[in-house]
């Protein structure tokens, strides 16, 4: 069965005794870094919003041999979940006075996303753009955001810098900074491993959540606060869009070594949806700044 086909009997068949009085509806959704997947939504009058359902994702799953009795099962339970976790809602999105408090940053390549921010407000840092999104849900289980559009902005009545300072102290207070030693992360996965003491030590920067956790560069003191301890300045591996890795600065003599690293990872290991950079950035204590690294010479 393609994909058409696949979309074609879950549009058929997902309503069969379950559900009345709604509407059906797939569209295209561009995501992160220009991925495109089919969303499914599930549209009633009761309700003002209606979460998308990613067909992509259970295609696969039916690629792998699961049944369409089981996707049809899951693809309800999804949406009931999602469902109810946005059916308390108490504020309305044409008031800014009732999404302030839920609004937050996430870093995203620039280049890799110029499609999405011809339709929203963003800062270029860089190879890298701040966007802004508003908080829907967040529990142990899951986070749901959506991205601010210029159409919200405008209904809104708001400047860019009026949502910055609202970003700026949202994002740290409801994702708060971590830093974690990368080889207490490869212990807590179970992976025995020999200490070798001359390895270059190496930390992970996120937030306690670890969704979009590359956001944490821009935290107030956060940056500065742990090189002051450390007593290094660092270079800055961009892993994802969910987290950095800090490398300090005194252990690497040539940083085109960490270049290859970085793009090694974003073609082999990370996900397209979530590659942040190719690049590698330097962070300076004194000064407090970070700057992208060329790959010709090291900064001192």
């Known amino acids: 069965m393609t994909f058409d086909m696949f979309q074609e009997y879950i ?12 509407e059906l509806d797939v569209a295209m959704v561009t995501k992160n870094n220009g991925v495109r997947l089919r969303g499914l939504y599930i549209k009633s009058k009761e309700m003002n919003v209606s979460p998308a359902i990613y067909l992509d994702e259970y295609y696969s799953y039916y690629l792998k041999g699961e049944s369409l009795e089981e996707i049809i099962r899951r ?11 946005v059916a308390d809602y108490h504020f309305k999105l044409e008031k800014f006075e009732y999404v302030k408090d839920r609004i937050i940053y996430r870093l ?9 921010l011809e339709d929203c407000p963003y800062l270029k840092l860089y190879d890298l753009a701040l966007t802004f999104r508003w908080v829907a849900h967040s529990d142990d ?27 700026r102290e ?3 207070r409801l994702f708060p900074a971590q830093m974690v030693d990368m080889d207490e992360m490869i212990q807590r996965a179970g ?24 956001s944490v560069l821009l935290y107030d ?33 040539n940083p085109s070594d960490l270049f290859t690293m970085v793009e090694d990872a974003n073609r082999t290991v990370v ?25 010709e010479k090291r900064i001192v």
Not at 191 to 214: H, K, W
Request: hydrophobic share 40%.
């Open 271 to 295: 996900a397209l949806g979530d590659i942040l950079s190719d690049s590698v950035y330097y962070y300076n204590r004194e000064k407090n700044q970070i700057v992208p690294v060329t790959e």
């Open 108 to 116: 995203v390549n620039y280049k890799k996303n110029e499609e999405i």
């Open 191 to 214: 992976v025995c491993m020999p200490m070798d003491r001359s390895a270059i030590p190496m930390y992970i920067m996120t937030n306690r959540q670890e969704v979009n956790g590359a």
């Open 75 to 85: 693809i309800r339970e999804e949406y009931e979940w999602k469902i109810s976790r």
């Open 170 to 172: 949202n994002t740290p």
């Open 141 to 167: 289980i899951g986070i749901s955001t959506a991205l601010v559009t210029n159409q919200e902005m405008e209904a809104w009545g708001i400047s860019m810098n009026e949502l910055l300072l609202a970003a």
């Open 221 to 253: 003191d956060v940056l500065q606060t742990f090189a002051l301890k450390k007593k290094t300045d660092f270079y800055i591996l961009p892993s994802s869009i969910h987290e950095v890795i800090l490398v300090p600065s005194d252990r690497i003599d």
């Open 11 to 22: 549009e058929e068949h997902i309503l069969e005794g379950w559900k009345s009085d709604v």
